[in-house]
């Protein structure tokens, strides 16, 4: 089913131990070329390493603040405004370090992203 417009409050959250996301535009609502959606990390947690085989991710942080690792040996603190880019392949993981939760949104250049993890 194609979606043209869609509400972040109408999506159906997946929600974790972490924090949910939130898939507002993908490959599943009619998308050809990305993925899109929100994401909120609960203070003091983080969302578990993984990388992206097929896809480039770009995150832009709203509130919040995170601690963003990116590969084996970089962590970049993010405020709200900032952005992360992160190719396809590289591991990463984000840990929210502010006192209210991260949320963020998220682009994936593959209606179709895929997902390995540690």
Avoid: Q
């Amino acid at each position: 089913m194609e979606k043209i417009v869609t509400n972040v409050c109408d999506a159906k959250p997946a929600v974790f131990p972490w924090g949910r996301i939130a898939w507002l535009h993908s490959g599943e609502t009619g998308a050809l070329g990305l993925t899109f959606g929100e994401v909120i990390i609960n203070p003091g947690m983080s969302n578990p390493m993984h990388g992206h085989p097929n896809c480039e991710e770009v995150l832009y942080l709203i509130s919040g603040e995170l601690d963003h690792t990116y590969g084996p040996d970089e962590v970049f603190h993010l405020t709200p405004g900032m952005s992360i880019r992160v190719p396809a392949g590289i591991k990463h993981n984000a840990t929210c370090t502010s006192a209210e939760p991260a949320r963020m949104i998220v682009a994936y250049d593959s209606a179709y992203r895929e997902m390995v993890g540690e």
